[in-house]
């Protein structure tokens, strides 16, 4: 029979931790005082964050949390809240949940009336965003990008036109071929920046249009390890003077089929621009 919250009048809380993503001194005050006092540690990988724990004198037992066992394992963890005793959620490195698993059991303990409670700090996302020099008021956070190259170029064609700053997190094997498919549907003069190994000893940020940033890092075999953020400015509309690339493209097709006047104010009420400028393109093109 499933337990109930109201059984109990002391029910456990569970703390969502941030642990340091490459630095150990990341970690907060509050971090190891929970870490310290919880009953037990749902960690993404027990024999990883044995050693952080190790590190700092911890002696909290863990349990294993995953994406592969989570949805199962959740009422494990459940029960024991729900009998009075605090949990702490980790993952391997940075804020659990984001790119990570424990959105499950966080979900599971909200509808059991269980409180879960962040107890915040480095996050890689956020990190690269401060140092990036990119904007940063508005931003998209698309984690990994599909591992398979149809299903990753479907992805970003969505995203060719999204005006806000994009973050991806990418494995270091598919990098080159991420950065390539990047260049291919967003433009070669994309601004990008590669932030690499955060808080750790070979920390690097690169920011480069995407042509050069693809072939900076197909030159240099180290920058093709370690964790991973790609940054990319968000996408600018052409000025009210110029005619983006797409149009122009529209323009040439119906020049092939009919008169100059009649392809430009077609070619206008198909792409949005001006039919004064579209008529201008067409007398350039024409000669």
Wanted: proline content about 5%.
């Amino acid at each position: 029979m499933a337990v109930s919250a109201a059984l109990n009048p002391r029910i456990g809380i569970l703390y969502v931790v941030a642990t340091p993503i490459g630095n150990l001194d990341d970690i907060s005050t509050r971090a190891l005082s929970v870490l310290r006092d919880v009953a037990l540690i749902a960690a993404e990988d027990t024999r990883h964050s044995a050693r952080l724990l190790q590190h700092f004198g911890i002696m909290t037992p863990l349990a294993a949390c995953h994406e592969h066992n989570e949805r199962d394992q959740g009422a494990r963890f459940l029960a024991r809240l729900l009998a009075g005793e605090d949990v702490a959620l980790i993952s391997d490195a940075g804020t659990p949940l984001i790119s990570d698993p424990g959105f499950h059991l966080v979900r599971q303990a909200r509808a059991a009336g269980i409180r879960v409670v962040p107890v915040p700090g480095p996050c890689a996302l956020i990190t690269a965003l401060s140092a990036a020099g990119l904007p940063s008021d508005r931003f998209v956070f698309e984690g990994f990008l599909p591992a398979r190259t149809a299903a990753r170029q479907a992805r970003l064609e969505r995203l060719k036109e999204e005006s806000r700053t994009l973050i991806f997190y990418e494995a270091p094997h598919r990098l080159l071929e991420c950065l390539g498919d990047l260049e291919r549907i967003m433009g070669s003069d994309r601004l990008a920046v590669l932030a690499r190994e955060l808080t750790k000893t070979f920390e690097t940020f690169q920011g480069l249009p995407l042509g050069e940033l693809r072939a900076w890092v197909a030159a240099d075999g180290n920058q093709q390890r370690g964790e991973c953020v790609l940054l990319l400015a968000g996408w600018q509309a052409p000025s009210d003077n110029s005619v983006s690339a797409e149009a122009l493209r529209v323009l040439d097709l119906l020049l092939k089929e009919m008169p100059l006047g009649k392809a430009a104010a077609l070619a206008a009420e198909i792409t949005g621009v001006r039919k004064n400028l579209l008529y201008q393109a067409a007398l350039e093109r024409r000669g």
